[in-house]
């Protein structure tokens, strides 16, 4: 008696994890659940290696952050917010720095005279709160609900390009051709057109491999890939001892993406930047009109970035209503929001949702559970350094290429006999993989959607909020120009 008392007891706590969690009712389990956490893990888990590097610059008084300091706060905010979506927001979108806005405070913000990185890093929780504001009073909500359908499929379709994009450039299947090059070809293929090196065999074996699982429907097909190609990358780099492309002195063209595979080792993660942070720096130093015009940059990049790849997401998670409705959408822009103010707390930047969860959720994961699952590997990576070095980018690229196939297919619902619609949908899913930036995509797409409306006479079918929106992105287009004129 008392055994199927058990069984009975432990039968209610499995459903009521289900029920929280909608496991069932979203066509997903537990091992799902779990397998789609790695992957997503694995997926955008080279952010602790390469946001110390973008932000390694000196600040206008010669001090740096310091790389250890800033991957151990990357990985804790990572591990933080990503556990908090998956709990609270229950979708399986993880989070952490974004690319676009520490690209930006590192090139552009950091380098004003008179700024120091606590000052920077005030002017990013600045923006944070303000997006807070906005979403709490719904404003980001309605801006969301505002966009017409075929824009938001055209989101989900430069978010599949973008993140297949990813993928090849991580894997150096495509890369960059320098300027000495006496070429107007911006990109090529491999290294001066020839595909060379071990990491690039690892990539294509790895390519070849999750296709072949996908189309045989195997379970676990991109979690599988990415175990196989990160097996046989730990194999090559222990035979040949290929190293990384470039070591910090020289250059490799045959070695590994950024991080060489090894094993990980036990540390303690020193988190001494966390409250660093002064909000009010960059106003008393730079002054108001000045600091406001970074901070407008800052928001509306982290605004439109987390939306676009929020949209993207669901729709490949199938989490999408009939009428385009995310369910608790409110909760997932309030944990992005919340993002900026903790990642900017903890000198670590913006958090937010990333692009790369797609691997997960094409591995079949459609709730928060991932994201846990995510997270807490996150907080893992905080003392097993480098945990992250055993799968190099060349063994997880294969897996945003497929995805970003899978999120590609979504062309169809874009109506191509609507031009006014059309046009802006072309623009907005190619610019964000050209630029390499989701918030560029959707500007263009949403400027271009209200110029060709009132051109057309239609202007009065344009929601209030797509002028303001597009206004708004007038202005951050024009942000150089703006700011060479007040010559700040």
Do not use: C
């Not at 799902?32 to 694995?42: N, S, Y």
């Not at 888990?45 to 008084?61: C, E």
């Not at 006014?420 to 050209?434: E, N």
């Amino acid at each position: 008696m008392p055994s199927q008392e058990n069984s009975l007891l432990e039968k209610t706590k499995v459903s009521r994890l289900d029920r929280y969690f909608k496991v069932t009712e979203r066509g997903s389990n537990y091992s799902r659940e779990i397998r789609g956490g790695f992957a997503t893990f694995f997926a955008m888990s080279y952010i602790v290696v390469l946001n110390p590097l973008i932000l390694a610059g000196a600040d206008s008084n010669g001090d740096s952050l310091g790389s250890a300091r800033v991957a151990a706060a990357t990985a804790l905010v990572a591990g933080i917010m990503t556990i908090l979506m998956g709990a609270w927001a229950k979708h399986p979108f993880a989070m952490a720095t974004g690319l676009g806005v520490n690209a930006f405070i590192a090139v552009t913000v950091a380098t004003n005279p008179g700024l120091t990185w606590p000052d920077v890093m005030g002017l990013v929780i600045f923006s944070g709160l303000t997006m807070l504001v906005l979403v709490l009073t719904g404003f980001r909500t309605a801006v969301f609900n505002a966009v017409p359908s075929s824009l938001k499929s055209a989101i989900v379709v430069g978010i599949g390009m973008f993140i297949a994009l990813i993928g090849l450039v991580n894997a150096g299947f495509v890369r960059r051709i320098p300027d000495a090059a006496g070429t107007t070809v911006p990109v090529g293929l491999g290294f001066e057109g020839t595909l060379v090196g071990w990491p690039i065999l690892v990539f294509i074996v790895g390519l070849l491999l999750t296709i072949a699982l996908v189309v045989r429907k195997a379970k676990g097909a991109i979690l599988i890939g990415i175990i196989v190609s990160a097996v046989l990358a730990n194999i090559l780099e222990a035979v040949f001892k290929i190293g990384p492309s470039f070591d910090g002195t020289t250059s490799n063209p045959q070695g590994w993406s950024l991080v060489a595979p090894s094993m990980p080792n036990w540390a303690l993660p020193d988190l001494s930047l966390i409250g660093q942070a002064n909000i009010f720096g960059a106003f008393q130093n730079l002054g108001v009109t000045a600091a406001l015009l970074l901070a407008f940059v800052i928001l509306l990049s982290i605004f439109f970035d987390a939306m676009g790849t929020m949209v993207g997401l669901a729709n490949e998670a199938g989490s999408v209503d009939k009428d385009g409705n995310i369910p608790d959408v409110d909760k997932v822009l309030l944990v992005d929001a919340m993002g900026a103010v903790v990642g900017g707390g903890a000198s670590a930047s913006s958090s937010q949702i990333y692009v790369e969860s797609g691997a997960g959720i094409g591995e079949g994961a459609r709730t928060g559970l991932a994201s846990i699952v995510t997270g807490v590997l996150f907080l893992a990576a905080m003392f097993l350094t480098p945990l992250i070095h055993l799968v190099p980018f060349e063994a997880v690229a294969p897996a945003l290429v497929v995805v970003g196939f899978m999120m590609i297919s979504h062309v169809s619902k874009i109506d191509w006999n609507d031009w006014g619609v059309a046009i802006p949908a072309f623009l907005t899913f190619v610019l964000m993989p050209f630029t390499y930036s989701i918030a560029n995509g959707i500007g263009a797409g949403f400027v271009t959607f209200v110029f060709i409306r009132a051109i057309q006479g239609r202007a009065r079918e344009v929601h209030p909020l797509m002028w303001a929106v597009a206004g708004a992105f007038v202005l951050f287009f024009g942000i150089g120009v703006i700011e060479q004129a007040m010559g700040v």
